[in-house]
């Protein structure tokens, strides 16, 4: 597991990481999420010894990263997808890797495989697309069979296969009981990987809790319902207390009452219904509403949907 206690990084005038205190457990795939220039990159790079604290500790399987006997066997990380040198091959750069931490070269063989990258191991990285060079940095973060993983940003240019392939290698190896902390800035496609996040916010930890819990803060995303007669709809669902708004074509937007309630009032007054759907609430929209509530947060500028400080 990974352990972090008050940690704090400055650069000069910026506080990067402020008293970050939480914990990453096995089992379940941990989500890190925050606008840019949060804090993300700072903390893991920490994690791994390759920035010194100001303050505070960060240690791994309750060792810091430097006092670790072999650091390859118990953590891995995907930081930086253009680190392998571009007049090397996918084959010859792991290589590299697996040589100096002592791995025999079947395992390279296997981690080509298991990111999809047998085919090209003999192709040099400089002609990768940004997808391929963080397969092979996937590759690389998996060469010891670590039982702690930092991925940081996987899914960056990646395609929508990739995407769905580097959420299924992170739920898996959460699976085999590795901790796993996977950064990113979109709120939504932590929702989509993640089974517990930790949310920052200018170096401040906002929320540390599971992905179920932190989408109910964002409270009922309302119904969405579409009929052949929405005025007489929105009547019958106003008498009912429900606040009403038009979506577009026929739906309204339903606020106040749940999809069986609207269903309910709909059939009692006899009109047909063509759509009745449940919004759900983004964590997008939660974690609006969340840094919206942060006092801290607030002095300064607010993340954009985007996530970006505005
Ligand atoms: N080496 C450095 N020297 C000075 N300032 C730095 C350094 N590294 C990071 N910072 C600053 O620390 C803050 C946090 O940066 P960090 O890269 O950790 O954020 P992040 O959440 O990972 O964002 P991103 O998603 O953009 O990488 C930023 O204000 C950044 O400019």
Same mark, same amino acid.
């Given at each position: 597991m990974i352990r972090v206690r008050g940690l704090t990084k400055r650069y000069g005038d910026t506080l990067?990481?402020?008293h970050l205190t939480f914990d990453v457990n096995p089992g379940v795939v941990t989500g890190f999420l *925050? /606008? #840019?220039?949060?804090g993300k990159s700072t903390t893991m790079r920490m994690i791994l010894g390759l920035d010194t604290p100001t303050s505070g500790t960060a240690t791994v399987n309750g060792r810091r990263y430097r006092d670790l006997s072999a650091p390859l066997h118990e953590v891995g990380a995907l930081l930086d /997808?253009?680190?392998?040198? /571009? *007049? !090397?091959t996918a084959h010859a750069h792991l290589l590299w890797l697996a040589r100096g931490a002592g791995l025999p070269r079947r395992r390279v063989e296997e981690v080509l495989d298991l990111v999809g990258l047998s085919s090209v191991a *003999? !192709?040099?990285?400089?002609?990768?697309s940004l997808g391929m060079r963080q397969r092979l940095g996937i590759a690389a973060a998996l060469l010891g069979d670590p039982g702690v993983l930092l991925f940081d940003e /996987?899914? #960056? *240019?990646?395609d929508p296969e990739g995407i769905l392939w580097v959420r299924g290698l992170l739920g898996d190896l959460a699976a085999e009981g590795r901790t796993v902390l996977v950064s990113s800035h979109l709120m939504n496609e932590m929702q989509a990987t993640a089974d517990h996040v930790l949310v920052i916010g200018r170096g401040r930890l906002i929320a540390d809790m599971g992905v179920a819990e932190l989408t109910a803060r964002g409270g009922s995303g309302g119904v969405r319902v579409a009929s052949a007669d929405p005025a007489a709809l929105t009547a019958a669902l106003a008498e009912e207390g429900a606040s009403v708004r038009s979506g577009d074509g026929d739906a309204l937007l339903v606020g106040g009452l749940d999809a069986a309630r609207v269903g309910e009032i709909a059939l009692h007054r006899r009109i047909a219904l063509r759509e009745l759907t449940p919004q759900r609430t983004s964590l997008e929209a939660a974690f609006m509403e969340l840094t919206a509530g942060s006092v801290e947060h607030r002095s300064g500028s607010a993340p954009t949907p985007e996530g970006r400080p505005s």
């Open positions: 990067a990481v402020d *925050g /606008p #840019n220039g949060a /997808p253009g680190a392998a040198h /571009p *007049g !090397r *003999g !192709r040099r990285v400089g002609g990768f /996987p899914v #960056n *240019g990646l």
